[in-house]
């Protein structure tokens, strides 16, 4: 089949692309389709779809998402006046390349945009609907429209959800598709490692990995990682792994230098190698508010680290708690606090429940398994 998929963003270190790559790639390599990107936006992900051998097609396009704190404002409205006619223009270049292609089916990779969809559907070919954000409760955004907006989702010939807690919110809200949830596939060639070292170190290393926004929970962590410190506990590291805005980025690393924590935890910036992180850690700490699946969660226990997550959306439905993974009440950072000190002080348990859930993840969250669940999908839309 020609496959068109539309990416949700442009950068090589972006989760969503990442992933999008990984299952592009084994959709032409294992189960022959013609696969074709449509970017929307500049950036660095061509590069890897170059290396991947995949076929891109670039068509400047606007989304139909705005902030909650500005959707009133008279700015916003003239804004979206101008993308909407924007997007009719740009419109015809979709119809002429699906058109070139002889595209069977257009698959719509995040819920940030729409046009693709929107041509598709007067066209007469079928879209596929991959929904990986919760918009309002994780990001602070929303569609413009709602009505017209999850209508055109709604008619989809099916819409994955990457999550359970996904699912239960779209059910609500687009009753009559057909909405199946397929997990995100991690790439295990990349991730696993075998881990001979966790908890043999003098100095258990701690990692957090992604945006550093509050929404994230950096800030628990280092309240706990002060209370630690407070109660004598002095050997362990954090590393902070990700970017933010500057701002919020400086009062984090203020209330650390005040605690005088700066040898206790670093703020790494940026990185795309984070697989080196991973392999060099014993705990990895998921805190956030609404994660939508949890690709950090399920890289960390594919990498063969603890992970000690927030029992709350994605990351609830990824551990089974005290068997593959940690849980600690959302929000709280005493009972955090309480969880680290248990693994601190029972590590030969804390390496069990790591090599228990690194097994389950190499059993269920690879990108070959989530492949093999797409090329479903869109075999059963081929025989309709």
């Given at each position: 089949?020609?496959?068109?998929f539309?990416?949700?963003?442009?950068?090589?270190?972006?989760?969503?692309?990442?992933?999008?790559?990984?299952?592009?790639?084994?959709l032409?390599?294992?189960?022959?389709?013609?696969?074709?990107?449509?970017?929307q936006?500049?950036?660095?992900?061509?590069?890897?779809?170059?290396?991947?051998?995949?076929?891109w097609?670039?068509?400047?396009?606007?989304?139909?998402?705005?902030?909650?704190?500005?959707?009133?404002?008279?700015?916003?409205?003239?804004?979206?006046?101008?993308?909407?006619?924007?997007?009719?223009?740009?419109?015809?270049?979709?119809?002429?390349?699906?058109?070139?292609?002889d595209?069977?089916?257009?698959?719509?990779?995040?819920?940030?945009?729409?046009?693709?969809?929107?041509?598709?559907?007067?066209?007469g070919?079928?879209?596929?609907?991959?929904?990986?954000?919760?918009?309002?409760?994780?990001?602070?955004?929303?569609?413009?429209?709602k009505?017209?907006?999850?209508?055109?989702?709604?008619?989809?010939?099916?819409?994955?959800?990457?999550?359970?807690?996904?699912?239960?919110?779209?059910?609500?809200?687009?009753p009559?598709?057909?909405?199946?949830?397929?997990?995100?596939?991690?790439?295990?060639?990349?991730?696993?490692?075998?881990?001979?070292?966790?908890?043999?170190?003098?100095?258990?290393?701690?990692?957090?990995?992604?945006?550093?926004?509050?929404?994230?929970?950096?800030?628990?962590?280092?309240?706990?990682?002060i209370?630690?410190?407070?109660?004598?506990?002095?050997?362990?590291?954090?590393?902070?792994?990700?970017?933010?805005?500057?701002?919020?980025?400086?009062?984090?690393?203020?209330?650390?230098?005040?605690?005088?924590?700066?040898?206790?935890?670093?703020?790494?910036?940026?990185?795309?190698?984070?697989?080196?992180?991973?392999?060099?850690?014993d705990?990895?700490?998921?805190?956030?508010?609404?994660?939508?699946f949890?690709?950090?969660?399920?890289?960390?226990?594919?990498?063969?680290?603890?992970?000690?997550?927030?029992?709350?959306a994605?990351?609830?439905?990824?551990?089974?708690?005290?068997?593959?993974?940690?849980?600690?009440?959302n929000g709280?950072?005493?009972?955090?606090?309480?969880?680290?000190?248990?693994?601190?002080?029972?590590?030969?348990?804390?390496?069990?429940?790591?090599?228990?859930?690194?097994?389950?993840?190499l059993?269920?969250?690879?990108?070959?398994?989530?492949?093999k669940?797409?090329?479903?999908?869109?075999?059963?839309?081929?025989?309709?």
């Amino acid at each position: 089949m020609n496959i068109l998929f539309v990416a949700s963003d442009n950068d090589s270190a972006s989760g969503a692309f990442l992933s999008m790559v990984r299952l592009c790639t084994i959709l032409k390599n294992e189960y022959n389709h013609n696969v074709h990107i449509v970017l929307q936006r500049k950036g660095t992900g061509q590069e890897l779809l170059d290396a991947a051998g995949i076929s891109w097609h670039y068509i400047r396009t606007f989304n139909w998402i705005s902030k909650l704190s500005e959707y009133d404002t008279v700015k916003n409205k003239l804004e979206r006046v101008y993308k909407r006619i924007f997007n009719t223009m740009v419109s015809v270049r979709y119809k002429l390349l699906f058109k070139k292609l002889d595209i069977d089916i257009v698959h719509m990779n995040t819920s940030w945009t729409y046009l693709a969809a929107q041509v598709a559907g007067n066209m007469g070919i079928p879209y596929v609907w991959h929904i990986r954000e919760f918009l309002e409760e994780d990001q602070k955004k929303c569609i413009w429209d709602k009505i017209n907006g999850y209508r055109l989702i709604e008619q989809a010939s099916c819409v994955i959800a990457i999550s359970e807690s996904i699912k239960r919110k779209y059910d609500r809200l687009i009753p009559n598709a057909h909405l199946v949830k397929i997990y995100n596939g991690i790439d295990s060639q990349k991730f696993y490692t075998q881990r001979d070292d966790l908890f043999c170190k003098d100095v258990i290393q701690m990692l957090i990995v992604g945006s550093i926004n509050e929404s994230k929970g950096q800030e628990q962590l280092i309240d706990a990682c002060i209370n630690l410190y407070k109660d004598g506990y002095k050997n362990f590291h954090l590393n902070i792994v990700g970017k933010g805005q500057q701002e919020y980025v400086n009062k984090l690393k203020e209330k650390v230098h005040a605690a005088k924590m700066d040898d206790f935890i670093t703020f790494c910036g940026y990185r795309v190698d984070t697989q080196v992180f991973y392999q060099t850690s014993d705990i990895t700490f998921v805190c956030s508010k609404a994660e939508a699946f949890g690709r950090v969660t399920v890289e960390a226990m594919m990498s063969g680290t603890l992970v000690i997550g927030a029992k709350s959306a994605a990351t609830a439905e990824l551990i089974l708690d005290e068997k593959t993974g940690i849980f600690y009440e959302n929000g709280n950072s005493d009972d955090l606090t309480k969880k680290i000190k248990w693994v601190l002080e029972h590590t030969d348990k804390a390496k069990m429940i790591a090599g228990n859930g690194q097994k389950y993840m190499l059993q269920n969250m690879t990108a070959e398994n989530n492949a093999k669940k797409i090329n479903e999908v869109y075999i059963a839309i081929k025989i309709k």
